[in-house]
């Protein structure tokens, strides 16, 4: 998994009514990262539809908003053996 940040019109998701999560995101940001997976040019989104939805009409009053944090769930070219530490089974 990793942690970046990418342009929301770069993440494909299900529009949703945000509710009070618009006045949330626009005082504090987003707190938590979306979740997505990458998917050949896009990112597909596991979770934080409504995150997202927020950003998108808060982009027309601030650009800040047009970039999202996000978690990569299937992408783990970092994690290679320095990352496990030691990879020999002591089974």
């Known amino acids: 998994m990793i942690n970046t940040i990418v342009a929301l019109n770069e993440i494909h998701y299900e529009k949703k009514d945000p509710g009070?999560?618009?006045?949330?995101?626009?005082?504090r940001g987003i707190a938590i990262p979306v979740q997505v997976n990458r998917r050949d040019d896009l990112y597909e989104c596991v979770d934080g539809s409504r995150r997202l939805s927020a950003c998108k009409i808060l982009g027309k009053e601030d650009d800040k908003f047009l970039r999202i944090p996000v978690m990569i769930?299937?992408?783990f070219?970092?994690?290679?053996?320095s990352f496990w530490g030691n990879t020999q089974n002591h089974h």
């Open 20 to 27: 009070a999560l618009l006045d949330s995101i626009r005082k």
């Open 73 to 75: 769930l299937n992408d």
């Open 77 to 81: 070219s970092k994690s290679g053996s």
